[in-house]
């Protein structure tokens, strides 16, 4: 069974950093793309960032480029999201998801808020 | 950046009725398309990509179609367990962008 765990969310102060983190099992997770979606309280998905399997190709969306840095680590089944200077705005779950095209798994989410 | 329109914006319908959803694309997406359904406090599930093909295990009262930059989402007899969030999702180019969401309810 395909499963996707993320942690690392929480309270930041605007200006702060944070580093989520997501552990893949179920599938071969060096053989997959991934992806960190985003969902502000009470609105729409949003696109936030891409790495291709091998970490060789990476995106952002706007909102997020030169704040945020996406990374994996293959030995480790896991993909990380480096947030700094967080924003109010960043405030949201955070979901990472797996495919190049279609998200065909997504985990639970974790919540950051930042706010002073 | 392709904007990604979705109407309505929420359907009021009955269960056993047709809910047809529709999503609009700014430019040609192909038939680079997905639909996700997500419900209260969970997170989006994959119900159709490529526009038309059902995931696996998606029950027949779902069915996709369109290409270009029209699609649509219908469910042919709406069970309650339907009742939820649609979002439609371009792949063709990046950065992917989502629709704003048919909230189906009641």
């Known amino acids: 069974e395909v499963q996707l765990v993320e942690s690392g969310g929480g309270l930041v102060q605007p200006g702060g950093s944070l580093r989520l983190s997501c552990v893949a099992s179920?599938?071969?997770?060096?053989?997959?793309?991934m992806n960190w979606v985003r969902q502000a309280p009470g609105k729409g998905l949003e696109w936030v960032s891409y790495?291709?399997?091998?970490?060789?190709?990476?995106y952002y969306a706007d909102s997020v480029k030169g704040r945020f840095t996406i990374s994996r680590d293959n030995a480790k089944n896991s993909l990380n999201l480096q947030m700094n200077s967080l924003r109010v705005e960043d405030t949201a779950v955070y979901y990472c998801a797996r495919g190049w095209q279609r998200l065909d798994y997504w985990g639970q989410g974790t919540l950051v808020t930042v706010s002073s | 950046e392709i904007v990604m329109t979705q109407s309505p914006a929420t359907l009021s319908v009955s269960p056993g009725e047709r809910a047809t959803l529709s999503c609009r694309a700014s430019?040609?997406?192909?038939?680079?398309l997905g639909w996700y359904q997500q419900k209260l406090g969970q997170a989006p599930r994959l119900l159709i990509y490529d526009a038309s093909t059902r995931a696996t295990g998606l029950p027949a009262r779902f069915s996709g179609s369109g290409s270009g930059t029209e699609f649509t989402l219908t469910i042919s007899s709406l069970q309650s367990e339907d009742f939820a969030v649609y979002y439609c999702?371009?792949?063709?180019?990046?950065?992917?962008?989502f629709g704003q969401g048919t909230k189906v309810e009641i």
């Open positions: 179920g599938f071969t997770f060096g053989s997959f793309e």
């Open positions: 430019q040609s997406v192909s038939s680079k």
């Open positions: 999702q371009q792949y063709n180019n990046w950065p992917r962008t």
């Open positions: 790495i291709s399997s091998g970490g060789s190709t990476i």
